[in-house]
């Protein structure tokens, strides 16, 4: 029979070395990718951790939590509660920034064990004293691993137990709650499973998981034509909180390369007296440390993270690792580039595209070391000058160890910093970038219109392990995308998308004031490119235009302040509704109290409408609740009964129902901000 | 803003000593656990290996599957093939049985991203001279990495690619594919990424995965009251093998201890001349290693062996590791078990229930490793004896450590050695024992009636990584479990029952007489167990019964024998059928040429009809395609065109459909059995 098999010989079967654990730990959530990459929480959430625990045979078990606190060594504990099937969960809630650790020990439990089958044994009448005696060893046993008061008190129920009174009376007191309670304080843990993985939590600030961006050329914000200044940025801050933003992201402030400067609508060469891309960075005012001049000083930057921070806004900057040819590394630092052979510096190409404005950093040559350590630098220059956010373009082509390494630097000594990823590339480098480190992160939405894309797309997002560590921040459109839909210029479709991303992400985002202006005219039809883009040009424009939708945006962003359901993605279920033009979801808060059911009409140009099928559990409501459903966008009061309710939205009015969902059981929250 | 962040200053923020690799290997499939444990395949299968495999940019990448046969201690290598977003594949026939490894490198391939790039460059018609010069340069960096003829037609080409031929005869030359080829062969790996695991792949032989179980017990096959024997057992052969099983099991062929020996229907007190139960293992005429003296010799044993393996069956024994209390281990180890406080020897329980006729061993004493290498020779003996299939009895009741190193010892060895689990206990201790080697596993199907629960549970088992290490083996009945619905005695339930286990899954069996004899009292209301129980007493059964469906039994197995589609599990796929009643799934050969799609009408009293909604793509069946079913039952021919198609069963002419898919494209097979 083993004809065609090798024979293995083993040096004999000796039994192990050691005898081994009986309690297995396994399946434990979160984990990612077997613990090489940490979970991520915010300060103050419930964290909760499960896991598959079981042992062999039908003895008891009992499982701790162990966790511990950046820079502390001492693991705390917490006990793990069964909840079915040999699944088990423990919580903590961590309050410090930075990163935790977590692990898991069980065991096979002789006092529990001893406990439950006594209890079954008294329940059917056949206890015996040997069965006393059993558990009086166990108690006495308990009692040596105790001390002072408490080992007393074993050792006396010890001695009870096995005593001279009647078996009646002994059984009495070996059920005793409080004397298993105590035993089980001090349990036999010799022979306890370790997990024997630490693994990490990194603990973030709320804004990691919940902010507003909003996106503006700085050079724009000026007036008569004259060049933007931080001080002008600064004159625009009521418009931007105003509208309810909390970050205000600038594109790269540093000197601009003159050599191959792009023209206005992406020309190969400018003219004379044209600003060129913001990411052509180094000039000869300086590289990625200085500030082009004609924006202002460092000074006026601090002055503007002030300023912005009186209106609640925090600055955010853009970290672009690539140089223009005029950059002052490529003569101090030739070997920071690639060389071709003839000897010229390789600039950046999508074959056969060339983009002879930008030189990108070569990451693996001899003289690696002293570039990562000058990048970091970089950041770590900007952190002292008051930033503490950061939106990194392209991370996906510079390697992924150097952007591991770089936000475990910063984050180690400043765990309050928050990176985003622009990254439109493949699903699973986004998702590598999300878990080496970035805390937010640039999604598919822009190019996810149907309502199966939309439900595909967000289920993978908040449904699946990716929860765990990717953060969507989601951008209805960017300096380099107009998306087709939004090049139709309807109002309807800037609002619905407005919509959408505020409701199905924590995090999201707009460009502006492009957004809130509808400004929709490609350069070319079928480019996604902005017609005179800022990306080349300095743009001024008008606030006031009647088609502004500032307001609603504004609007918008109050719901999102108001509403903690709309802060976290976790929550996040799609309910059927059988018209494929309208969307429907919910997210709760994680208290339960505030419960918001957003409904959105995807068709721009019709009324639509049909019948929802609510999932009324996960909306916290009893099939036989009455509920109302009030519109947050207009104050709108629906009564509602069970699971299958109309609806119709016609978007000439409003493409959406924001709708807060109120029991009398529920605490109601009063709003007065409708339209 | 760090005002709550406990400051980690780190040592500096020194760069990486080593440059960190660039490709990204994740994702691995199969990997269970992180590579704790084995996946599983049979010798001559076609293993396929998936990952994601990706890196930072736009570089082209290149990987190799390495894997190595067991105790080899050289890898073999294959290359990976992407297949769409970043997941790649490659495949290996493992012929070996034993313990493969396998494990992935993966690398940023200069040649291959110049080429890719050159190609576009190409196209576009925007070559440049330096194009071909960084070509030369790494084609002759590859020759330089090649040797002998190899590197010399590799320098030829670097030569021309630098020549001074006209640039479009140097573009033709860069583009030819052989170069292309031959460069790809040598490689620049010194910067690759390995995986880091090596996983492990455990391959056993065919009856691992396919395999038709027949239990009996061995006493029952004397005649005129005669205590059964190996010989009488021998005579059963012909009639074992004519229903096309292939695995005779027999429950412990041990002596079987007298103290506290069960009666007939689990009385607790045997009556004089009572055989007891086989499970109580130990008596005067010695333990695990010795064969109760009234069922023969150890040569009767061998004769057993040798003359089911004339008729293709394979003998399997049972173990089961506890003790009578007549066991010699219990004079000769006492510490083997565990100690009450008053001297006596704690015997099994599941309070307040007792088993005073049964001793567990103590795993955990502290002679535990000698117990371990005894038992451990227990099996080895049997071996010797030529047995290669066991049944394990009750092994979640024995740590989890033991069994894995029995296994692994045992199988070191005797690759070609089975074992199945019968735990029918929670499902990640049944998983568990799975994972940690046994290679076939009993199942819930007993208790699994309803359709949608066995869609449900089979989906679980073939469609989730379960299908990676767990291989059910579907039992209608054992001899502990006569399950309510066989309990009607209803000929249609016990067909229904059979046709389920043995199309759902590739290893199924059946206790006998008792099944194909329809037996079905229970031996008190609402209890599983059947009347008159084989495991208390000697059943003298008649095998020529006209309810006896042996012949029935028989066709469904040369079915499975015919049908390669139904002697693996992996494409199991249910179809949608507008009746609660009718369960339909389909199963597809590896090559894809033999299709079996099986309809079962799961209510035994009334015919049923309904519409079934083929998933054609899993047929293998194009949507325009006209295709024939024929009743592999019946010999009954179908014309089918599309998706939808009706189906009736009356049960009480047969309560299923068996039925070959045939297109003209694919051979088609004849068969002769029908009913």
Redesign the interface.
């Known amino acids: 029979?083993?004809a065609?098999?090798?024979?293995?010989?083993?040096p004999g079967?000796?039994?192990?070395q050691k005898?081994?654990?009986?309690a297995?730990i396994?399946?434990v959530q979160p984990e990612i990718?077997?613990?090489r990459f940490p979970a991520k929480r915010v300060?103050g959430d419930l964290v909760a951790i499960e896991a598959?625990i079981?042992t062999?045979?039908?003895d008891a078990l009992a499982a701790v939590l162990r966790y511990r606190?950046?820079?502390d060594d001492d693991w705390q504990e917490t006990p793990f509660q069964p909840l079915v099937?040999?699944r088990w969960r423990a919580t903590f809630r961590p309050?410090?920034?930075?990163?935790w650790h977590y692990t898991i020990q069980a065991w096979v439990d002789d006092v529990r064990t001893w406990r439950r089958?006594?209890e079954?044994?008294a329940?059917?009448g056949?206890v015996e004293a040997?069965d006393l005696?059993?558990g009086s060893?166990l108690i006495q046993a308990a009692a040596g691993r105790a001390s002072g008061p408490e080992s007393e008190q074993l050792r006396r129920w010890a001695d009870d137990l096995r005593g001279n009174l009647p078996l009646a009376e002994r059984t009495v007191a070996a059920l005793d709650p409080e004397m298993a309670a105590l035993a089980e304080r001090f349990p036999d843990r010799s022979?306890a499973t370790d997990y024997g993985k630490e693994l990490t939590l990194v603990v973030d600030?709320e804004r990691a998981r919940y902010s507003s961006w909003y996106e503006l050329f700085p050079r724009s914000t000026g007036e008569h034509g004259q060049h933007g200044t931080f001080r002008s940025v600064e004159k625009r801050l009521p418009y931007i909180a105003g509208m309810g933003f909390d970050v205000l992201y600038l594109p790269p402030i540093h000197p601009i390369g003159a050599s191959h400067r792009k023209g206005r609508n992406n020309a190969l060469v400018a003219e004379p007296g044209e600003p060129g891309s913001p990411w052509a960075i180094g000039g000869e005012a300086g590289g990625h440390r200085a500030i082009n001049p004609e924006l202002g000083t460092v000074d006026d930057l601090r002055h503007l993270i002030q300023a912005a921070a009186g209106y609640g806004v925090e600055l955010a900057l853009d970290i672009a690792f690539q140089a223009s040819p005029n950059h002052p590394y490529v003569q101090e630092h030739p070997t920071w580039f690639r060389r071709?052979?003839?000897g010229t510096i390789q600039y950046a190409?999508?074959?056969?595209k060339k983009y002879e404005d930008i030189y990108p950093f070569e990451f693996?040559s001899g003289e690696?070391?002293e570039l990562?350590?000058e990048l970091?630098g970089v950041v770590h220059y900007w952190i002292e000058q008051g930033v503490?956010i950061f939106r990194v373009d392209n991370p996906?082509?510079?390697?992924?160890?150097?952007w591991q390494?770089l936000i475990d630097?910063?984050k180690?000594?400043?765990?309050?910093v928050i990176f985003l990823s622009e990254a439109f590339t493949?699903?699973?480098?986004m998702y590598?970038l999300a878990k080496l480190g970035f805390d937010q992160s640039y999604t598919y939405f822009a190019w996810r219109n149907a309502k199966w894309e939309l439900i595909e797309y967000f289920t993978e997002l908040t449904r699946t392990e990716v929860v765990e560590y990717f953060r969507p921040n989601l951008w209805p459109n960017t300096p380099d995308i107009l998306t087709e839909q939004l090049q139709t210029g309807l109002r309807p479709v800037f609002l619905m998308r407005l919509i959408l991303a505020a409701t199905l992400s924590a995090s999201y985002g707009i460009y502006g004031p492009a957004f809130e202006l509808l400004e929709h005219q490609p350069r070319t039809p079928g480019s996604e490119e902005y017609l005179n883009s800022e990306k080349y040009q300095i743009r001024q424009w008008d606030l006031t235009r009647p088609e502004s939708i500032a307001d609603f945006i504004g609007l918008v962003n109050r719901i999102r302040r108001d509403n903690p359901a709309l802060q976290a993605n976790r929550s996040l279920r799609f309910h059927p509704i059988d018209n494929d033009q309208l969307i429907a979801y919910s997210k709760v808060s994680a208290d339960g109290r505030n419960v918001v059911l957003t409904i959105v009409n995807l068709d721009p140009h019709y009324p639509e409408s049909g019948w929802i099928d609510l999932d009324l559990s996960a909306l916290g409501l009893r099939p036989d609740q009455s509920f109302s459903v009030v519109d947050l966008l207009t104050g709108e009061q629906f009564f509602w009964h069970g699971a299958h309710n109309f609806v119709m939205l016609n978007p000439q009015v409003l493409p959406a129902h924001v709708l807060a969902v109120r029991t009398q059981a529920r605490d109601e929250r009063d709003f007065e901000y409708y339209l």
């Open positions: 029979m083993a065609n098999a090798k024979t293995q010989k083993r079967a000796q039994a192990p005898r081994p654990r009986r297995v396994e399946g990718d077997c613990g300060a598959d079981f062999d045979g039908h606190a950046p820079g099937n040999d309050a410090e920034l930075g990163q089958d006594f079954k044994r329940a059917a056949v040997i005696q059993i060893e022979q600030r071709r052979p003839d190409e999508n074959p056969p693996a690696w070391r990562w350590q970091l503490r996906h082509t510079k390697p992924f160890a150097f390494w630097a910063l180690a000594e400043h765990p309050e493949r699903p699973k480098v590598r």
